[in-house]
């Protein structure tokens, strides 16, 4: 190869590198944006797709350029020449991508080191994940949540545990996106400068319900954050207002029916509860003593509804659940399956 062709060889490279870069940074890969880690990650993503370019571009010219250059001539039968290495090439090829590959992992270090630095006034919530629904506790402020809200322009750590399976926590408009695992705590953190309804997406394959493992996120202003808070502990601390004894079984039960995931999975009329993963509890309950109903919360397999197979529900509500929160979530579902009475 001369150095004339060596120069069109590596001009056609760059080119083509050009070329196929911005049309692929036309694409608004990662969406609308709504957190401070956005633009770094956004950033590292454009200049991953001109790199990818770049390699893909190489590979594109030599082949090319081989399949023009030594094809066969018409009726030529013979064998190709024996060749027994180019250390140059050899050289070449092994030194490009190694500073190629070494660059991408010192950039994303880089990055992940910054967007991951803790800020000594962040928010902390535990999330738990579970087949199919998120549980959001603040620890600081004694609430418990189905619903994740967040103050705007400050940090949250997010620190998460899953109690079945391997699920993922996911905020699209956040980049962050981190495995929830059993047994093995992990974290992630965002910081919010949108404010807006926004999705908890479960991005780990996790059952039948993962498509719908989903949850509300709302990022709101410190005081909108802090009128949440002191109604939701109202709700969970005081005794509700009007109904006596039985408007507080039926609220407390409600919430442990919310807090554990049920929503996630069936409906019920009662709690608002409208999925289809698991059984209509409004027709397969009222038939039920509430013997027979507990015993479907601790071994969901014992006893199965038509159309339902074996282990879709999890088999850890006896353990989640203390006897007390049994005894309630059993009264409260067979008081109100059915539609309200
Ligand atoms: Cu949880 Cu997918």
Not at 67 to 91: C, M, Q
Not at 158 to 177: S, T, Y
Not at 179 to 202: F, H, K, L, N
Not at 229 to 240: E, L, R, S, T, V
Request: net charge negative; hydrophobic share 40%.
């Amino acid at each position: 190869m001369t150095r004339a062709t060596l120069i069109r060889l590596v001009a056609a490279m760059l080119v083509l590198t050009a070329v196929i870069s911005v049309v692929l940074l036309q694409f608004d890969w990662n969406g609308p944006a709504g957190a401070t880690e956005a633009d770094d990650v956004d950033l590292l993503l454009d200049v991953m797709i001109v790199l990818s370019s770049f390699v893909y571009s190489i590979v594109l010219v030599m082949l090319g350029y081989s399949i023009w250059r030594y094809r066969a001539k018409p009726g030529d039968e013979s064998d190709g020449e024996p060749i027994h290495g180019n250390t140059k090439l050899e050289v070449a090829w092994t030194v490009i991508p190694t500073v190629i590959v070494l660059f991408g992992a010192a950039y994303s270090w880089f990055i992940l080191d910054e967007i991951e630095a803790r800020q000594g006034d962040r928010l902390e919530v535990d999330v738990t994940a579970q087949q199919f629904a998120w549980r959001f506790e603040y620890p600081e402020e004694g609430v418990t949540s189905t619903e994740l809200h967040v103050p705007v322009d400050r940090q949250v750590e997010l620190d998460l545990e899953a109690i079945d399976v391997i699920h993922a926590f996911w905020v699209p408009e956040w980049r962050v996106k981190k495995d929830a695992v059993p047994g093995q705590p992990t974290s992630v953190v965002a910081t919010p400068d949108r404010e807006g309804s926004y999705e908890v997406i479960c991005t780990e394959l996790c059952g039948i319900g993962h498509s719908t493992m989903r949850a509300p996120v709302i990022v709101e202003s410190q005081e909108e954050f802090d009128t949440w808070i002191a109604d939701q502990g109202g709700k969970a601390g005081g005794a509700p207002t009007g109904g006596g004894a039985q408007g507080a079984l039926a609220a407390e039960g409600r919430q442990i029916f919310d807090e554990q995931g049920c929503t996630g999975c069936h409906t019920l009329e009662a709690a608002g509860a409208t999925e289809t993963i698991g059984p209509n509890l409004d027709e397969v309950l009222p038939q039920r003593a509430p013997d027979e109903i507990r015993n479907s919360i601790i071994d969901p397999d014992s006893e199965l509804s038509p159309g339902f197979g074996r282990g879709i529900m999890p088999d850890t509500f006896g353990d989640a659940l203390s006897p007390e929160e049994l005894d309630t979530l059993v009264r409260y579902l067979s008081e109100n399956a059915g539609g309200q009475k």
